[in-house]
């Protein structure tokens, strides 16, 4: 046990400090102002991978760690599609998930919204020409970019497009 101590104490802190991203902390702020005008504090975020390598989804769950901690935010993601306000597509839409994609489309409540996450759900890249693939024809209001797109992108690809909602 002592080892452990000597060897804490010369280390010293090695995780990230979350107060020296200012730029990060202001863009989380502007995040949770826009949620609370637009969503009256709640933005509920159905996830449907449709085919994806789960890239996508793993940078996902980084966002309820407590570095990014959406739900800080107001931002939540709910396991039926009858509470969301947005559905976040990621990967290629195989034709096993098509329909499936769809009955959750029209499962979301008026106003609601699809964002393509990822380069695979808006343009099929190498998928393209393979016979499993249907391709996606959900009307994609807002795409994320990125292969995968990291957290603090996902993050300020919703503030993007909550600022186009305005």
Not at 5 to 25: A, H, Q, V
Not at 42 to 61: P, Q, T, Y
Not at 117 to 122: F, I, N, S, T, V
Request: with cysteine.
């Amino acid at each position: 046990m002592i080892r452990y101590w000597e060897k804490r104490f010369k280390s010293g802190i090695l995780t990230e400090n979350i107060e020296l991203d200012k730029e990060f902390n202001a863009i989380k702020k502007e995040l949770k102002k826009s949620i609370k005008k637009n969503f009256a504090g709640s933005l509920a975020i159905r996830m449907v991978d449709s085919g994806s390598c789960n890239a996508c989804e793993a940078e996902c769950n980084a966002l309820s760690n407590p570095y990014y901690d959406l739900e800080r935010l107001g931002i939540s993601f709910v396991a039926s599609p009858r509470h969301a306000d947005i559905m976040l597509l990621s990967g290629v839409m195989t034709f096993n998930m098509y329909h499936h994609a769809w009955d959750c489309y029209e499962q979301m409540p008026n106003p609601k919204w699809v964002i393509a996450l990822g380069d695979c759900a808006k343009n099929l890249s190498v998928f393209e020409k393979t016979y499993a693939i249907k391709g996606v024809d959900l009307p994609i209001d807002y795409t994320i970019k990125g292969c995968p797109p990291s957290p603090k992108d996902i993050i300020l690809g919703l503030l993007e497009f909550l600022r186009s909602k305005e």
